[in-house]
Every structure is written in structure tokens, then in C-alpha cells.
């Protein structure tokens, strides 16, 4: 099983922690970054763009829906492609999807051809979610791996705040055409950086055996991606159905909810990172849980409890989202790192669609807050996971406290 690099450092006077911004970790920082940028663009343009071209409401939710399909399926995939050809090779392949059939759109003429670019978008986003966060395991020094993450995740979430909005800013003054020569030209631009970064861990074929049924049926790994997938369940509950439950402008509109979640869970995941490295993240899940909630029943009353339903919200699944990859990882074998990150990000998107999807039928009958409010039931379930887990683990090696 894959250790922690702090096991046997001594409790005062250990060794000097390397340095995290190593120049492999900045150039896969980097390629983060601009692919994000790239996805984050298109991410709202492609399902207006869906329904303009005569595919209406319906069009804009498959457009979604497909996206969403293949980038699991792709997911699943990873760990085999990742041992057969090997990081550099799959990533390059992954952006190279992501980007090219983006330039597409414009040429695509009706739904049918949105969807058919949209599928190939989503291997190629199945592909970089799995890869970066593998990779940047591998690049990390062991005793820091948990900040590492925490700026994995800030490179692929702080897009969100201004691509967005940005995105469907260009459509009204530019048009489709700048948007998805933006959103297809920024990926390509990554495999320039993943290309400058000179580690034998790129090109490695042997990265682990395991596929994904396999991982499911490890019950460590089990137990932590059902608890990681009830928080993603309730984002996608947040962010298909609190624009229909609030007010749509003011201070306390959905907009602001949800630039506040999105900044909070940015932030929370940082600094669970660097607490995870310093102490067990184990110690993360149940107050994680429980935050997220409280935040899930503030979220739908409207006024100031919106806002800091949003707040605990956002802290509770940062904290959740380091400390679940970080366990992960080290439950896997070191030439397992494409099986953990798959298993994580199948947990990410499968519950955020799983969510969104499901619970429109729960809010059919109960009405919008209802859906909030079971998801916050789910949560709380999800701490008695937490303490079966506990019972389970093994000790976790010691982390060291001088830093």
C-alpha cells in the first residue's frame, strides 16, 4: 500500500521538507491551469449553444448529459490506459481531445453534430481530471502530497469563478465563434508544458494492474468514495436546483450563493491539504460532513442563512475533497496512482450527475427544499461510513510536527 513520506521522521528535529514548487509540479500547475481555463468556457456556452441550434431545452440538458457520460466512462477506463501507454502519452491524448473538437463547433450544424463533438470533448476531459490529479501524486515530495493536491485543486476550480461568467459574456458581444476558438485553443496550449517536464514518472508503463471493478471491490477504497460521492450528490442538487429555489438577483441570489461556495471550497480544500500533511485527514471527514449539512439546510431559506449555508457548504466539501483524494492515494499502491484518482473523479462526477438526476423526481413530489434537505439526511448517514472506515484502517504512520 502507498506510505506517507512523514513515517519515521522524528517528532522534533526531523528532516526539511522539500520544496513543493519543484519545476515539474509548476509546469503541470500550468497545464492545469490553461486546460481549465479551456473546459470552464464552454462549460454553460455549449448547452445555450445546444438549444440555438434547435435543440431547445431538451438539447441543452443532452448536450450535458453526454458530456457527462463519456468523461465517466472515459474515467473508468483510465487506469488501463494509463498502464498500457503511460502518463505522457494518455495526457497529451486527453488535451488533445479536449481541445480539437472544440474548433469544431461552429462547423457542427445541428444538435446531432454538438453532441458528436461534445462526446469527444468528454474523453478528453475524462482523460486530464484522472491524469492531473495521478500525476501530480507522483511529482509531489511524499510529506507534502496533501498541499499538493490543494493546488491541484486550485488550478481546476479558481477558472470557474471568471470563466463562466466570461464565457457567456463573449457569446453576447463576440458571438459562439470566439468562444470555441478560446475554449479549444487553451488546452492545446498544455501539452507545451506537460512536454518541459523531464520525469521518468511520465513515461512509465507499469503504473498498476488494478482496474476499476477491482478498486470498487477493496472496501477501504469503497467506503471512502460512497462518502466522497454523498458530497458531490449534494453539489448537484446546489447546482441544478438553487436557481430555481431563490430569487434570481440581489445579494442573495443564487449567483452570490454560488460564488461563495465556489470560493470557500477552493480555500477550505488548501488548507485541508496542509493539514492532512501535518495530521491524519481522516480527522477532516466528520466535521466535512456535518458542515456541508448544516449548509444544505441554511442553503433554501433565502436572505443571509443563503450565504452562510453556502459558506458551510463550501468549507465542508473542501475539506472532503482533499482529504478523500489524499486517503485514497494512500490506500493504493505506489504504481496504482491511475486507479485512485479514477475512483475519485468517477465519485465526483457520477454523484454530481447522479444528483441532479434523482433527486428531480424527489422534487416532483416534496417540492425544491425537499431535496436539500434529504441530501443533508444523506450527509449525516454518510458520518456512520466515517466511523465503520475508522474501525477498519490501519494506524496511520506518523506525520511529522516541526513544520
Known amino acids: 500500500m502507498g506510505r506517507r513520506g512523514g513515517e519515521g521522521a522524528k517528532e522534533t528535529g526531523g528532516?526539511?521538507?522539500?520544496?513543493?514548487?519543484?519545476?515539474?509540479?509548476?509546469?503541470?500547475?500550468?497545464?492545469?491551469?490553461?486546460?481549465?481555463?479551456?473546459?470552464?468556457?464552454?462549460?454553460?456556452?455549449?448547452?445555450?449553444y445546444a438549444a440555438a441550434v434547435g435543440?431547445?431545452?431538451?438539447?441543452?440538458?443532452?448536450?450535458?448529459?453526454?458530456?457527462?457520460?463519456?468523461?465517466?466512462?472515459?474515467?473508468?477506463?483510465?487506469?488501463?490506459?494509463?498502464?498500457?501507454?503511460?502518463?505522457?502519452?494518455?495526457?497529451?491524448?486527453?488535451?488533445?481531445?479536449l481541445g480539437l473538437p472544440a474548433l469544431l463547433y461552429p462547423l457542427a450544424g445541428?444538435?446531432?453534430?454538438?453532441?458528436?463533438?461534445?462526446?469527444?470533448?468528454?474523453?478528453?476531459?475524462?482523460?486530464?481530471?484522472?491524469g492531473f490529479a495521478a500525476l501530480i501524486v507522483e511529482l509531489a515530495p511524499p510529506e507534502r502530497r496533501g498541499e499538493a493536491l490543494g493546488l491541484f485543486g486550485l488550478a481546476m476550480t479558481l477558472p470557474t469563478v471568471l470563466c463562466n461568467p466570461l464565457g457567456l459574456w463573449l457569446v453576447e458581444v463576440s458571438g459562439y465563434t470566439t468562444v470555441f476558438l478560446l475554449g479549444g485553443l487553451f488546452p492545446l496550449l498544455a501539452p507545451l508544458a506537460v512536454a518541459g517536464i523531464r520525469t521518468g514518472s511520465l513515461d512509465r508503463e507499469a503504473v498498476g494492474g488494478a482496474g476499476f471493478l477491482e478498486g470498487l471491490r477493496r472496501g477501504p477504497l469503497l467506503r471512502l468514495?460512497?462518502?466522497?460521492?454523498?458530497?458531490?450528490?449534494?453539489?448537484?442538487?446546489v447546482v441544478t436546483f438553487l436557481p430555481l429555489t431563490l430569487p434570481a438577483s440581489g445579494l442573495f441570489s443564487p449567483a452570490s450563493a454560488l460564488l461563495v461556495f465556489g470560493l470557500t471550497s477552493t480555500f477550505s480544500r488548501l488548507w485541508?491539504?496542509?493539514?492532512?500533511?501535518?495530521?491524519?485527514?481522516?480527522?477532516?471527514?466528520?466535521?466535512?460532513?456535518?458542515?456541508?449539512?448544516?449548509?444544505?439546510?441554511?442553503?433554501?431559506?433565502?436572505?443571509?442563512?443563503t450565504l452562510g449555508g453556502a459558506l458551510l457548504l463550501g468549507a465542508g466539501v473542501g475539506l472532503l475533497q482533499n482529504s478523500t483524494l489524499v486517503l485514497i492515494m494512500d490506500r493504493v499502491a505506489d504504481d496504482e496512482r491511475g486507479l485512485g484518482s479514477t475512483l475519485w473523479n468517477v465519485s465526483f462526477d457520477a454523484g454530481t450527475g447522479v444528483g441532479a438526476f434523482?433527486?428531480?423526481?424527489?422534487?416532483?413530489?416534496?417540492?425544491?427544499?425537499?431535496?436539500?434537505?434529504?441530501?443533508?439526511l444523506i450527509l449525516l448517514a454518510a458520518i456512520g461510513l466515517v466511523f465503520v472506515d475508522l474501525h477498519h484502517k490501519k494506524p496511520a504512520p506518523h506525520r511529522p510536527s516541526d513544520y
Not at 441543452?60 to 502518463?87: D, E, I, K, W
Not at 445541428?110 to 482523460?127: E, P, Q
Not at 500533511?277 to 443571509?304: C, E, T, W, Y
Open 110 to 130: 445541428g444538435v446531432a453534430g454538438v453532441l458528436a463533438v461534445t462526446l469527444a470533448r468528454g474523453v478528453g476531459f475524462g482523460i486530464v481530471t484522472v
Open 55 to 97: 435543440g431547445g431545452t431538451g438539447g441543452a440538458g443532452l448536450a450535458t448529459a453526454t458530456f457527462m457520460l463519456t468523461t465517466v466512462l472515459t474515467q473508468v477506463a483510465m487506469p488501463r490506459l494509463l498502464g498500457r501507454f503511460g502518463y505522457r502519452r494518455v495526457l497529451v491524448a486527453g488535451l488533445l481531445f
Open 225 to 237: 468514495a460512497l462518502i466522497f460521492a454523498t458530497v458531490t450528490s449534494a453539489t448537484g442538487v
Open 272 to 305: 485541508a491539504g496542509r493539514f492532512g500533511d501535518r495530521r491524519d485527514p481522516h480527522i477532516l471527514l466528520v466535521p466535512g460532513l456535518f458542515a456541508a449539512a448544516v449548509g444544505m439546510v441554511a442553503l433554501p431559506q433565502g436572505g443571509p442563512p
Open 15 to 48: 528532516p526539511k521538507r522539500k520544496a513543493l514548487i519543484s519545476g515539474p509540479v509548476a509546469s503541470l500547475a500550468l497545464a492545469m491551469l490553461v486546460s481549465a481555463f479551456g473546459f470552464q468556457l464552454l462549460l454553460s456556452v455549449v448547452p445555450l
Open 358 to 376: 434523482s433527486f428531480g423526481f424527489i422534487v416532483g413530489v416534496g417540492g425544491l427544499s425537499s431535496a436539500f434537505y434529504i441530501s443533508a
